[in-house]
Each structure stands twice: as C-alpha cells, then as structure tokens.
T-cell receptor, first 111, second 114 residues
Framework: EPEVTQTPSHQVTQMGQEVILRCVPI?????FYWYRQILGQKVEFLVS????????KSEIFDDQFSVERPDGSNFTLKIRSTKLEDSAMYFC?????????FGPGTRLTVL | GNSVTQMEGPVTLSEEAFLTINCTYT??????LFWYVQYPGEGLQLLLK?????DKGSNKGFEATYRKETTSFHLEKGSVQVSDSAVYFC?????????????FGTGTLLAVQP
C-alpha cells in the first residue's frame, strides 16, 4: 500500500541553524501539507501546497519557513533560523479525494 | 473561528469495555469530520470520516455519527482490545480556496488493559 515517508525521523539542531525536513508524498497525489505538534499540544496546520505553489498558510508559517517541491517526488519544509519554540513533531500529508494520508513524522529538537 | 474540542485523557479501560470519546466542533458552513488514530511511534492514520449531517462513519468496530444539531462527532466502540491503545484525534476539514486543511482536537490517549 502506498504511504507517505519522511526523513529524518529525528533531527537535533542548534538554535539559529537551518533545517530541511523531507517528505515523499504518495505519487499520484496533488495536494501536500505540513502540520506540526508541539509536545502535549494540538496538531496544527502550517501550510498547504498545490500546483507548485502555496495555497494556504497559517500564522505560524512566517518568513522563517519555506516549502518546496524540488523534483517530482520530494516535498520539503525548510526552517531558516531555528528557535527553541520550533521543537515539535512535524508531519507531512498528501491528499486525494478529501482524505489526507500522513507520514510518520520528524521529531525536531532545537537546543 | 473553526475549532474542535475533545475530551481530555488519558482514558483507561479494561479489555472488552465500551468506549466513548467525546468530540464537539465549531465551524462555519458544512465541514467534513474525521477521527484519526496514532499508534505509538507511528503517524496519523485515518480511522473514519463523515461528510454530511447524520452520516455514520465506521471502521474496525469504531463508529461515529455526524450530529449537526449538537455539533458532535463522538467516537464509540462496543468492545475495546489492548491493540486499540493509541491516541485518537478528532478533526474537521475546512475548505478555503484550493486547500482542505484539517483542524484537530488535542487528542485523547486511550490505554486498554488486559
């Protein structure tokens, strides 16, 4: 069964460093998403992406964040200068017919 | 704005007990409603969904009915198993432009004891 994959599973970085989280959505899906979950809190929407552009972003998704689909398979989330409060689990999802399929997540720890 | 409220956990049950996890929502328009499950160390998996009022979603013995009059989508299972231990998230889908972003509740941890 096709699935969404994410790498790495755990990323540790120093405050101020750039990180890139990678996702491979299901191949025939057209809509892609990033969500995050700070420990003990809700899963929060960050951004949606369709037809090679951002279709919606949340207030969390400020200028420090960017997304890219550099080729036909990968979908990346970049954080330019990480802050302590960026520590969270980041989930990628892709969508077909109003059903989102989630990856296993990347746990980002900012020290 | 749009939001989801679900009962806080953890919920601890014995095997074969009846499960209810409450979920209520606030939304403009007519959202679709979802339950996702997260097993330890895994991602979010869609458990069931309902797209309009009075629809009942069901899967793996779990059920939830879209109640517009009470703005609720409570999750139920008649007889839980140890393997059902997981975190359960209620969510709604809002339509804005070309996106179908999900708005989640806080999640409810279910622990089933043998």
């Amino acid at each position: 069964e096709p699935e969404v994959t994410q790498t790495p599973s755990h990323q540790v970085t120093q405050m101020g460093q750039e990180v890139i989280l990678r996702c491979v959505p299901i191949s025939n899906h057209l809509y892609f998403y990033w969500y995050r979950q700070i420990l003990g809190q809700k899963v929060e929407f960050l951004v949606s992406f369709y037809n090679n552009e951002i279709s919606e972003k949340s207030e969390i998704f400020d200028d420090q964040f960017s997304v890219e689909r550099p080729d036909g398979s990968n979908f990346t989330l970049k954080i330019r200068s990480t802050k302590l409060e960026d520590s969270a689990m980041y989930f990628c999802a892709s969508d077909e017919y109003n059903e989102q399929f989630f990856g296993p997540g990347t746990r980002l720890t900012v020290l | 704005g749009n939001s989801v409220t679900q009962m806080e956990g953890p919920v601890t049950l014995s095997e074969e007990a009846f499960l209810t996890i409450n979920c209520t929502y606030t939304a403009t328009g007519y959202p679709s409603l979802f339950w996702y499950v997260q097993y330890p160390g895994e991602g979010l998996q869609l458990l069931l969904k309902a797209t309009k009022a009075d629809d009942k979603g069901s899967n793996k013995g779990f059920e939830a009915t879209y109640r517009k009059e009470t703005t609720s989508f409570h999750l139920e299972k008649g007889s839980v198993q140890v393997s059902d231990s997981a975190v359960y998230f209620c969510a709604l889908n809002t339509y804005g432009g070309a996106t179908n972003k999900l708005i989640f509740g806080t999640g409810t941890l279910l622990a089933v004891q043998p």
